[in-house]
Protein backbone atom coordinates (compact mmCIF):
# COMPACT_ATOMS: atom_id res chain seq x y z
CA UNK A 1 0.00 0.00 0.00
CA UNK A 2 0.84 3.59 -0.42
CA UNK A 3 2.48 5.29 2.85
CA UNK A 4 1.01 8.43 3.83
CA UNK A 5 2.48 11.74 2.80
CA UNK A 6 4.94 9.93 0.56
CA UNK A 7 5.79 12.55 -2.12
CA UNK A 8 5.79 11.97 -6.16
CA UNK A 9 9.23 12.18 -7.32
CA UNK A 10 8.67 14.47 -10.77
CA UNK A 11 8.75 12.01 -13.05
CA UNK A 12 5.70 10.35 -11.93
CA UNK A 13 3.90 13.96 -11.04
CA UNK A 14 4.42 14.64 -14.90
CA UNK A 15 2.68 11.41 -15.20
CA UNK A 16 -0.38 12.46 -13.29
CA UNK A 17 -0.27 15.69 -14.98
CA UNK A 18 -0.68 14.28 -18.19
CA UNK A 19 -3.57 11.77 -16.50
CA UNK A 20 -5.51 14.90 -15.29
CA UNK A 21 -5.38 16.61 -18.57
CA UNK A 22 -9.14 16.64 -20.32
CA UNK A 23 -9.45 14.12 -22.40
CA UNK A 24 -11.51 15.07 -24.93
CA UNK A 25 -9.01 18.79 -25.97
CA UNK A 26 -5.77 16.72 -24.48
CA UNK A 27 -5.38 20.09 -22.56
CA UNK A 28 -6.20 21.28 -19.05
CA UNK A 29 -9.52 23.11 -18.86
CA UNK A 30 -10.09 26.24 -19.91
CA UNK A 31 -8.83 28.77 -16.99
CA UNK A 32 -7.09 26.28 -15.16
CA UNK A 33 -3.26 26.82 -14.14
CA UNK A 34 -0.74 23.31 -13.89
CA UNK A 35 -0.56 21.93 -10.51
CA UNK A 36 2.04 23.31 -8.86
CA UNK A 37 4.05 19.56 -8.66
CA UNK A 38 6.28 19.67 -5.51
CA UNK A 39 3.35 20.12 -3.76
CA UNK A 40 1.41 17.02 -4.63
CA UNK A 41 1.61 14.34 -2.92
CA UNK A 42 0.07 10.75 -3.11
CA UNK A 43 -2.67 11.25 -0.83
CA UNK A 44 -4.81 13.47 -2.90
CA UNK A 45 -4.50 10.90 -5.67
CA UNK A 46 -6.12 8.37 -3.40
CA UNK A 47 -8.31 10.70 -1.65
CA UNK A 48 -9.78 11.54 -5.15
CA UNK A 49 -10.11 7.74 -5.76
CA UNK A 50 -12.01 7.51 -2.51
CA UNK A 51 -14.55 9.99 -3.17
CA UNK A 52 -15.29 9.13 -6.99
CA UNK A 53 -16.12 5.61 -5.75
CA UNK A 54 -18.03 6.72 -2.69
CA UNK A 55 -19.59 10.02 -3.91
CA UNK A 56 -19.04 10.96 0.10
CA UNK A 57 -16.96 12.56 2.42
CA UNK A 58 -17.79 10.96 5.03
CA UNK A 59 -17.16 7.68 3.30
CA UNK A 60 -14.30 8.85 2.18
CA UNK A 61 -12.74 9.38 5.44
CA UNK A 62 -13.91 6.25 6.23
CA UNK A 63 -11.86 4.64 3.84
CA UNK A 64 -8.80 6.91 4.20
CA UNK A 65 -8.73 6.44 8.04
CA UNK A 66 -9.30 10.12 8.54
CA UNK A 67 -12.09 11.62 10.87
CA UNK A 68 -15.00 13.66 9.45
CA UNK A 69 -12.92 16.93 9.85
CA UNK A 70 -9.89 15.69 8.29
CA UNK A 71 -11.78 14.15 5.16
CA UNK A 72 -13.41 17.48 4.88
CA UNK A 73 -9.73 19.18 4.61
CA UNK A 74 -8.86 16.74 2.30
CA UNK A 75 -11.68 17.51 -0.33
CA UNK A 76 -11.25 21.22 0.28
CA UNK A 77 -7.81 21.02 -1.09
CA UNK A 78 -8.73 18.55 -4.20
CA UNK A 79 -11.42 21.10 -4.84
CA UNK A 80 -8.55 23.63 -4.86
CA UNK A 81 -6.04 21.98 -7.20
CA UNK A 82 -8.53 20.80 -9.49
CA UNK A 83 -10.07 23.87 -9.65
CA UNK A 84 -14.04 22.13 -9.31
CA UNK A 85 -16.10 21.60 -6.23
CA UNK A 86 -15.82 17.48 -7.56
CA UNK A 87 -19.29 16.86 -5.73
CA UNK A 88 -22.41 18.84 -5.22
CA UNK A 89 -25.59 18.46 -3.90
CA UNK A 90 -29.11 18.06 -5.35
CA UNK A 91 -32.42 16.98 -4.21
CA UNK A 92 -31.66 13.38 -4.50
CA UNK A 93 -28.19 13.74 -3.08
CA UNK A 94 -24.51 14.51 -3.73
CA UNK A 95 -23.66 13.75 -7.42
CA UNK A 96 -20.41 14.03 -9.38
CA UNK A 97 -19.36 17.25 -11.55
CA UNK A 98 -18.81 16.43 -15.06
CA UNK A 99 -15.21 17.29 -14.51
CA UNK A 100 -15.02 14.60 -11.81
CA UNK A 101 -16.56 11.89 -13.79
CA UNK A 102 -13.77 12.90 -16.58
CA UNK A 103 -11.26 11.96 -13.71
CA UNK A 104 -12.15 8.42 -12.66
CA UNK A 105 -10.61 6.55 -15.23
CA UNK A 106 -7.10 8.65 -15.37
CA UNK A 107 -6.94 8.88 -11.59
CA UNK A 108 -6.93 4.84 -11.32
CA UNK A 109 -4.81 4.81 -13.84
CA UNK A 110 -2.72 6.89 -11.94
CA UNK A 111 -2.82 5.44 -8.86
CA UNK A 112 -1.70 1.47 -10.79
CA UNK A 113 0.99 3.83 -12.12
CA UNK A 114 2.39 4.79 -8.70
CA UNK A 115 2.01 1.44 -7.30
CA UNK A 116 4.35 0.10 -10.11
CA UNK A 117 6.91 2.87 -9.17
CA UNK A 118 6.93 1.95 -5.36
CA UNK A 119 6.26 -1.82 -5.81
CA UNK A 120 9.60 -3.96 -4.79
CA UNK A 121 11.15 -5.39 -7.82
CA UNK A 122 11.86 -8.91 -7.97
CA UNK A 123 14.18 -11.04 -10.47
CA UNK A 124 13.05 -14.26 -11.76
CA UNK A 125 16.54 -15.77 -13.19
CA UNK A 126 14.56 -18.39 -14.42
CA UNK A 127 12.41 -16.62 -16.82
CA UNK A 128 14.90 -13.43 -17.42
CA UNK A 129 16.59 -13.40 -20.34
CA UNK A 130 18.99 -10.74 -18.66
CA UNK A 131 22.20 -10.25 -20.18
CA UNK A 132 24.73 -9.50 -17.17
CA UNK A 133 28.41 -7.56 -18.36
CA UNK A 134 31.64 -8.52 -16.82
CA UNK A 135 34.75 -7.56 -16.95
CA UNK A 136 37.75 -10.03 -16.08
CA UNK A 137 41.26 -11.36 -17.78
CA UNK A 138 41.64 -14.84 -18.99
CA UNK A 139 42.45 -15.86 -15.08
CA UNK A 140 39.01 -14.81 -14.12
CA UNK A 141 37.70 -16.78 -16.83
CA UNK A 142 39.48 -19.82 -15.88
CA UNK A 143 38.76 -19.35 -11.89
CA UNK A 144 35.56 -18.37 -12.13
CA UNK A 145 33.60 -17.51 -15.16
CA UNK A 146 33.80 -20.94 -16.66
CA UNK A 147 31.97 -22.52 -13.39
CA UNK A 148 29.58 -20.08 -12.92
CA UNK A 149 28.74 -20.41 -16.83
CA UNK A 150 27.87 -24.22 -16.28
CA UNK A 151 25.88 -23.26 -12.75
CA UNK A 152 23.50 -20.66 -14.90
CA UNK A 153 22.85 -23.67 -17.41
CA UNK A 154 21.11 -25.34 -14.99
CA UNK A 155 19.41 -22.57 -12.45
CA UNK A 156 19.29 -19.85 -14.93
CA UNK A 157 19.12 -21.47 -18.58
CA UNK A 158 17.89 -17.78 -20.45
CA UNK A 159 20.52 -15.48 -19.04
CA UNK A 160 23.21 -14.31 -20.70
CA UNK A 161 27.25 -13.91 -19.91
CA UNK A 162 29.08 -10.57 -22.12
CA UNK A 163 32.89 -11.00 -21.00
CA UNK A 164 34.69 -8.00 -21.48
CA UNK A 165 38.49 -7.63 -20.75
CA UNK A 166 39.94 -5.63 -17.67
CA UNK A 167 41.56 -2.85 -18.29
CA UNK A 168 42.22 0.75 -17.59
CA UNK A 169 38.79 1.99 -18.31
CA UNK A 170 36.81 -0.92 -16.29
CA UNK A 171 36.09 0.90 -12.72
CA UNK A 172 34.93 3.79 -14.65
CA UNK A 173 32.56 1.40 -16.94
CA UNK A 174 31.28 0.15 -13.17
CA UNK A 175 30.48 3.51 -12.35
CA UNK A 176 28.70 4.74 -15.23
CA UNK A 177 26.97 1.43 -16.01
CA UNK A 178 28.38 0.58 -18.81
CA UNK A 179 29.76 -2.87 -16.98
CA UNK A 180 27.70 -4.58 -14.36
CA UNK A 181 30.51 -7.11 -12.15
CA UNK A 182 34.06 -7.01 -12.29
CA UNK A 183 36.73 -9.93 -11.05
CA UNK A 184 40.11 -9.06 -10.14
CA UNK A 185 42.59 -9.35 -7.50
CA UNK A 186 42.91 -7.22 -4.42
CA UNK A 187 44.30 -4.03 -5.83
CA UNK A 188 42.92 -0.82 -3.76
CA UNK A 189 39.73 0.12 -4.88
CA UNK A 190 38.28 3.94 -5.37
CA UNK A 191 35.42 5.03 -2.73
CA UNK A 192 31.99 4.18 -3.63
CA UNK A 193 32.92 0.59 -4.99
CA UNK A 194 32.17 -2.85 -3.36
CA UNK A 195 33.92 -6.18 -3.60
CA UNK A 196 33.78 -9.50 -2.09
CA UNK A 197 36.67 -12.02 -1.67
CA UNK A 198 35.72 -14.98 -3.28
CA UNK A 199 39.11 -16.82 -2.77
CA UNK A 200 42.87 -16.78 -1.61
CA UNK A 201 45.28 -17.81 -4.14
CA UNK A 202 48.58 -19.15 -3.95
CA UNK A 203 51.12 -20.28 -6.92
CA UNK A 204 52.22 -23.36 -8.68
CA UNK A 205 54.34 -24.60 -11.48
CA UNK A 206 52.68 -25.62 -14.94
CA UNK A 207 55.02 -27.68 -17.14
CA UNK A 208 54.21 -30.93 -19.37
CA UNK A 209 53.92 -34.47 -18.23
CA UNK A 210 57.87 -36.47 -17.84
CA UNK A 211 59.08 -32.96 -16.75
CA UNK A 212 62.32 -33.61 -15.02
CA UNK A 213 60.91 -31.49 -12.17
CA UNK A 214 58.24 -34.36 -12.19
CA UNK A 215 60.61 -37.25 -11.74
CA UNK A 216 61.41 -38.51 -8.07
CA UNK A 217 64.90 -36.98 -8.68
CA UNK A 218 63.75 -33.08 -7.76
CA UNK A 219 65.02 -31.99 -4.93
CA UNK A 220 63.11 -31.09 -2.09
CA UNK A 221 60.60 -28.52 -1.54
CA UNK A 222 63.04 -26.16 -0.27
CA UNK A 223 65.15 -26.56 -3.17
CA UNK A 224 62.76 -26.70 -5.92
CA UNK A 225 63.15 -22.69 -6.78
CA UNK A 226 66.77 -23.72 -7.68
CA UNK A 227 65.59 -26.55 -9.51
CA UNK A 228 62.96 -24.50 -11.68
CA UNK A 229 65.18 -21.40 -12.19
CA UNK A 230 67.28 -24.13 -14.93
CA UNK A 231 64.55 -24.23 -16.87
CA UNK A 232 62.90 -21.52 -19.41
CA UNK A 233 60.29 -19.79 -18.25
CA UNK A 234 56.78 -18.80 -19.38
CA UNK A 235 55.88 -15.82 -17.76
CA UNK A 236 52.22 -14.10 -17.52
CA UNK A 237 51.84 -10.52 -18.11
CA UNK A 238 48.68 -8.61 -16.49
CA UNK A 239 46.58 -5.30 -16.95
CA UNK A 240 48.35 -2.56 -15.19
CA UNK A 241 46.70 1.12 -16.45
CA UNK A 242 47.08 0.74 -19.92
CA UNK A 243 50.33 -1.10 -20.11
CA UNK A 244 51.09 -4.93 -19.34
CA UNK A 245 53.29 -6.08 -16.55
CA UNK A 246 55.33 -9.00 -16.75
CA UNK A 247 54.15 -11.39 -13.12
CA UNK A 248 57.62 -12.63 -12.80
CA UNK A 249 56.79 -15.05 -9.57
CA UNK A 250 60.37 -16.68 -9.38
CA UNK A 251 61.52 -13.16 -9.08
CA UNK A 252 58.83 -11.84 -6.69
CA UNK A 253 59.84 -15.17 -4.62
CA UNK A 254 62.90 -14.29 -4.65
CA UNK A 255 64.31 -17.03 -6.41
CA UNK A 256 67.73 -17.52 -8.74
CA UNK A 257 68.36 -15.74 -12.06
CA UNK A 258 66.56 -17.39 -14.62
CA UNK A 259 65.78 -17.39 -18.01
CA UNK A 260 62.03 -16.01 -19.29
CA UNK A 261 61.80 -17.61 -22.68
CA UNK A 262 58.06 -16.15 -23.21
CA UNK A 263 55.85 -12.98 -22.20
CA UNK A 264 51.98 -13.62 -22.84
CA UNK A 265 49.45 -11.57 -21.24
CA UNK A 266 47.61 -15.27 -22.02
CA UNK A 267 46.92 -17.78 -19.17
CA UNK A 268 45.18 -19.95 -21.58
CA UNK A 269 47.91 -20.36 -24.46
CA UNK A 270 50.11 -22.33 -21.61
CA UNK A 271 49.16 -25.83 -23.12
CA UNK A 272 50.62 -25.15 -26.58
CA UNK A 273 53.65 -23.51 -25.19
CA UNK A 274 54.56 -26.01 -22.78
CA UNK A 275 53.69 -29.44 -23.97
CA UNK A 276 56.54 -29.97 -26.50
CA UNK A 277 59.26 -28.51 -24.38
CA UNK A 278 61.13 -28.08 -20.92
CA UNK A 279 59.83 -24.54 -20.01
CA UNK A 280 57.72 -24.27 -16.88
CA UNK A 281 55.13 -21.78 -15.92
CA UNK A 282 54.30 -20.08 -12.14
CA UNK A 283 51.26 -18.84 -11.88
CA UNK A 284 48.02 -19.10 -10.10
CA UNK A 285 47.27 -22.41 -8.38
CA UNK A 286 43.63 -22.26 -9.71
CA UNK A 287 44.88 -21.69 -13.23
CA UNK A 288 47.48 -24.01 -13.16
CA UNK A 289 44.99 -26.64 -11.71
CA UNK A 290 42.49 -26.24 -14.39
CA UNK A 291 44.82 -25.87 -17.47
CA UNK A 292 46.83 -28.96 -16.33
CA UNK A 293 43.46 -30.84 -16.10
CA UNK A 294 42.03 -29.80 -19.73
CA UNK A 295 45.28 -29.24 -21.67
CA UNK A 296 47.45 -32.08 -20.44
CA UNK A 297 49.75 -31.03 -18.18
CA UNK A 298 51.06 -31.49 -15.02
CA UNK A 299 51.56 -28.91 -12.11
CA UNK A 300 53.35 -28.70 -8.58
CA UNK A 301 52.35 -26.52 -5.81
CA UNK A 302 55.43 -24.33 -4.67
CA UNK A 303 56.82 -24.32 -1.50
CA UNK A 304 54.27 -22.24 1.09
CA UNK A 305 55.54 -18.69 1.24
CA UNK A 306 53.21 -15.29 2.18
CA UNK A 307 53.58 -14.65 -1.96
CA UNK A 308 49.84 -14.43 -2.81
CA UNK A 309 46.42 -12.87 -3.52
CA UNK A 310 42.78 -12.52 -3.01
CA UNK A 311 40.59 -12.51 -5.51
CA UNK A 312 37.81 -10.17 -5.82
CA UNK A 313 34.13 -9.15 -6.94
CA UNK A 314 33.74 -6.14 -7.78
CA UNK A 315 30.83 -3.55 -8.32
CA UNK A 316 30.12 -0.14 -8.04
CA UNK A 317 27.23 1.57 -5.57
CA UNK A 318 24.92 2.19 -8.37
CA UNK A 319 24.44 -1.58 -8.83
CA UNK A 320 24.48 -2.51 -5.03
CA UNK A 321 20.64 -2.81 -5.09
CA UNK A 322 20.00 -3.88 -8.06
CA UNK A 323 18.07 -7.59 -7.40
CA UNK A 324 19.46 -9.37 -11.07
CA UNK A 325 22.58 -8.43 -9.88
CA UNK A 326 22.52 -9.44 -6.16
CA UNK A 327 21.19 -12.43 -7.30
CA UNK A 328 23.89 -13.07 -9.75
CA UNK A 329 26.56 -11.78 -6.71
CA UNK A 330 25.31 -14.56 -4.81
CA UNK A 331 25.42 -17.52 -7.46
CA UNK A 332 28.74 -16.30 -7.99
CA UNK A 333 29.77 -17.31 -4.54
CA UNK A 334 27.71 -20.20 -4.62
CA UNK A 335 29.52 -21.77 -7.44
CA UNK A 336 32.75 -20.84 -6.58
CA UNK A 337 32.06 -22.69 -2.83
Not at 108 to 118: H, N, P, S
Not at 204 to 233: F, Q
Not at 315 to 332: F, I, K, M, T
Amino acid sequence: MLKPQFACTNAFLEVVCLHTRHAKYGCLLPGVKDMDLPQLDLNLLKALQALLDTRSVTQTGERLGLSQPAASRIVARLRAELHDPLLVRTAKGYVLTPRAESLAVTTREALTLAQRVFEPVLFDAVASSRRFRIATTDYGMLAVVAPLTQHLCICAPNLGLVVQPWNDDTLESLEQGRLDLALYADDPLPPDFHYRDLFRETYAVLLRPGHPLTKKTVPEKKNLLDAIAAYPHVVASYPSGRLYLADDVLARLKGPPHHVAIEMPYFMAAPWLLKDSDRVMLLPRVAAKTLAASGGLAWLPLPANQLGFSYRLIWHERAHRDPGLSWLRQEVLACIR
